[in-house]
């Protein structure tokens, strides 16, 4: 079944619009609104309510449809690509009131310091500037002749952008703005890059640091570069503002981007390291792309509803997931330890297993009798991963082993999913929303309970 949600211009009010996969129909109840789609992707009004009608008028209507089903299919473009499927939890249904947090604004400092090119490398080598490997490999500049120009700007003396970097207790620097720059800078004074399509230092084309003419060494090394460096007292709500507010040009990165570059090594170690897993690639039937670590991002609603629901932080869950998951991550920077690390690697693995056991090629997929008869399967589903694989991480594999056939849940879920409307729906609208989330704990509970009841015999 699909769902789309038309939104009337210069007006709150929005029409919930359904279609079964075997249908042409998408079919609105209150307010009464049914559009037929032709094989040629075609669609006019067939039935419509009268103020509606008085209101809008069919033709306009369908041209709103056109142009929201047309984004739909962008998004689905895009969701293909990167095999979890997107989130509609625009604002007009989301919660009513979010409580974002508290900070003292004399917490924020930000103070502006000199660093030459040298003391930079120095500080790279000694990880005190954190480059954050696991994302560079996917935003490093590839282009060399960009990279090459960067390095002609150092050496004919011409100032760079400033640099942001957030400060932790230990004095170490986490990158907020800058990375690819200071990644270009290290690796071309590591000798690892040649410079290529210089504008006026023709006598540099195809040098390394290694090779270029002492003088222009010395000039590169001496250079001093402009660090605005947030200091620890600022709140992390605060950081991650920043971190938005200095990166929305060119290529914007995405939340959890943002919170990869400001994990500490270990707690991005620890993340990475579940969402490639191998239990979690089973699981997840390897169709989940890292390219904008949506991976890390699954991982990361685990980790923080794990904890959450272990009653050890004093963030519950309010409806942001944003803001949930900033948390969490500021909870796993101050209070990282093996002990943690390991509680949380075994209980990961023992929800992928299940998850995989029970659901196999469906997993935390959005699957409807329809998609289930023909053997068709959604993308992943982010509640759907969320719920399951908290309540599935609490019990050991052999557990379901002795009790449920292997993928005997897949039709459980079918079922339930094609029969409870409000199941459905808080799988695809809103799905954020402190509601529907709890509702998705309480079904997928429900299920866990009754199939363990149920025994080979």
């Keep these: ?134 994302f560079q490999r996917y935003f490093v500049w590839k282009d060399s002749v960009k990279q090459s120009r960067l390095i002609e700007s150092l050496l004919l003396r011409i100032p760079l952008p400033v640099f942001y970097l957030s400060e932790d207790n230990e004095g170490l620097y986490q990158v907020v703005d800058g990375l690819q720059r200071l990644t270009t800078i290290d690796l071309f004074y590591k000798n690892k890059l040649k410079l290529k399509g210089l504008e006026y230092l023709e006598d540099c084309e195809g040098e390394t640091f290694g090779t270029l003419k002492l003088k222009y060494q010395n000039r590169i090394e001496d250079t001093q570069l402009t660090f605005n460096i947030i200091a620890p007292t600022t709140p992390s709500s605060v950081k991650f503002e920043i971190f938005k507010r200095i990166n929305e040009g060119g290529k914007p990165l995405n939340r959890q981007e943002i919170r990869n570059s400001m994990a500490k090594p270990n707690v991005r170690q620890l993340i990475q390291s579940l969402a490639s897993s191998e239990g979690f690639i089973n699981a997840t039937d390897n169709s989940i792309k890292p390219i904008r670590m949506e991976d890390q991002e699954l991982v990361m609603r685990f980790i923080a509803f794990y904890i959450s ?92 082993h002795k009790t449920v056939n292997k993928g005997q849940m897949v039709e459980y879920f079918v079922s339930k999913i094609t029969e409870d409307q409000a199941y459905f729906d808080s799988l695809t609208i809103g799905t954020n929303q402190a509601n529907k989330l709890s509702y998705g704990f309480k079904i997928a509970e429900s299920l866990i309970n009754e199939s363990l009841k149920i025994s080979h015999d």
Excluded: C
């Design 309 to 400: 629901n272990l009653e050890i932080t004093e963030s519950p869950y309010k409806g942001d997931m944003e803001f949930f998951l900033d948390d969490t991550l500021d909870y796993l920077n101050k209070n990282y330890s093996p002990e943690l690390e390991g509680t949380l690697e075994n209980s990961f693995k023992n929800a992928m297993e299940n998850a995989y056991y029970l659901f196999g090629r469906y997993a935390f997929r959005k699957t409807t009798f329809e998609a289930y008869r023909d053997s068709r399967r959604s993308l992943i589903n982010k509640s759907l991963f969320t719920v399951w694989s908290v309540l599935l991480s609490k019990i050991p594999p052999h557990v379901f």
């Design 1 to 134: 079944m699909k769902t789309l949600i038309l939104k009337l211009p210069n007006t709150e009010e929005i029409i919930s619009l359904t279609k079964d996969d075997s249908s042409k129909f998408w079919v609105s109840i209150s307010p009464e609104l049914k559009i037929e789609e032709d094989q040629n992707l075609g669609y006019s009004v067939i039935e419509i309510d009268a103020e509606l009608d008085i209101a809008y008028g069919s033709e306009y209507l369908i041209n709103i449809f056109i142009d929201q089903i047309n984004e739909i299919k962008k998004k689905e473009i895009d969701d293909i690509s990167h095999g979890v499927e997107s989130e509609n939890n625009d604002s007009s249904i989301s919660e009513t009131h979010i409580t974002k947090p508290d900070f003292d604004p004399e917490q924020i400092r930000v103070d502006s310091k000199n660093f030459s090119v040298l003391d930079v490398v120095r500080f790279i080598d000694k990880k005190r500037i954190d480059l954050s490997p696991d």
